[in-house]
Each structure stands twice: as C-alpha cells, then as structure tokens.
C-alpha cells in the first residue's frame, strides 16, 4: 500500500512538472501529451506506409495514457515482426526499434503463395525467395516450425534443401539441390539428421532415395 502511494505521487508529480515545462499557448491550443512525432526503424518500406496508416488513428490520443496493448497490436499485425521495442519519449514522441523475422520457406494456401518466418507467421509473397525449400502438404505453422528448429540444429546444412514434403502421419520427407530425397521416420529425426555418415552419404553416393523410416537402417534405392 505505501508503495502504490509513493508512485502514484511519483506519478503526479511528474505530470505537474511536465505540464509546467510546456508553453501556456500549446496547453491553449491542443493538447500538449498528444502523439506528435513517430519513428521507426527495422521495417521496410511497404511496411512503413500500412504502420503508419494505423499510427494515425492514435495522433490525437495522450502519449501519457497510450495503451501499450494497443500498441502491441498494432506492432503484431504486421506479419515480418519478430521483436520490437517501444520508448515513449514524453511529452509527444514515440520511437519503436524493430526486429524482423527471418524467412525461411515458402507454401501454397488456396493458390496464394505465402513466405513463413521464424517468428511462425505468414506474409504473401511480395518479394523475389527463390532460394527457399517449398513445403508440400498441409502442416500447420507449428509443426513447421518445429521441424525447422530440428533441422538448424542439426549438422545438416538447411540450405541443402531444395523441398519439404509433409505426410499425414506427422512425418517429413527432405528433397537436396542434388536431387536425393531423404524419407524421414515420425520420431528420432534430431538423432537421424546428425548422424554422419548420412551426412556424408546423401552427398557422396548415387541414389536418388535415401530410406531413414525403418529403426537401425539406411535403405538406398532409386
């Protein structure tokens, strides 16, 4: 209880102090506390422009009182966010450091092609991604995710990876640049994907398939 005392005369004495320092013709005309200025940096362009738009809308509200979940929001709607940081800079600025997510493959959902971060989000393609591996199926953004995160830290190369095949059974299989395709088992596949002389097969021996779903075995065929 005294703590909340404490703060809340902290706080009121702050805004007394503030509204002091302000010229008694701004306080006349406006509102003093309003969002006045907005920076950003970490996004790009496109980004900036839909940002912005939603900014506005918050121009006239009390940079004192601005709802950090409204802000939230706002920051999280745009898909190619990772982490961001926000500094309200009193009387009537406000800056937001941002971090982006890092795009990692690409997936067809009813015919529209959509880029998948790391952040696990969606974003439409708009940008040239030849390089990253197709996702065939029908995974959620969880289960890719998953599988990402046991393929990078792995020893095997994720820009190896030409294609992702996902199964019904919950089980991937992995297509190379050098046209192998690897067939992955449900379970173990950390254990599997570090395994060396897999990793030095799929690139040294000629056969299109490597079978990994039988326990205790390497079948290659094709």
Request: net charge positive.
């Amino acid at each position: 209880m005294h703590q909340r005392i404490i703060r809340k005369i902290f706080i009121y004495f702050f805004f007394i102090t503030s509204l002091a320092s302000i010229n008694n013709k701004t306080i006349l005309n406006g509102n003093p506390f309003g969002l006045k200025n907005f920076y950003i940096n970490g996004l790009d362009e496109v980004e900036l422009i839909s940002l912005n738009k939603k900014i506005d809308e918050l121009n006239k509200k009390n940079v004192l009182l601005l709802d950090d979940k409204t802000l939230r929001k706002i920051i999280n709607d745009i898909n190619t966010v990772d982490k961001y940081h926000v500094f309200k800079n009193y009387p009537s600025s406000l800056k937001i450091s941002v971090i982006k997510a890092n795009f990692f493959a690409k997936l067809n959902i009813n015919g529209e092609s959509f880029l998948i971060g790391t952040n696990g989000k969606l974003t439409k393609n708009y940008s040239n991604q030849e390089n990253l591996p197709f996702i065939f199926g029908n995974p959620s953004t969880q289960e890719i995710l998953d599988f990402y995160k046991i393929i990078i830290n792995s020893k095997f190369e994720f820009q190896d990876i030409k294609n992702l095949f996902f199964f019904k059974s919950g089980r991937w299989d992995i297509e190379t640049f050098d046209g192998i395709i690897l067939r992955l088992p449900v379970e173990n596949v950390a254990k599997i994907l570090d395994d060396d002389f897999l990793l030095n097969s799929h690139k040294n021996l000629k056969y299109n398939i490597i079978d990994l779903r039988v326990p205790n075995q390497i079948i290659f065929y094709g």
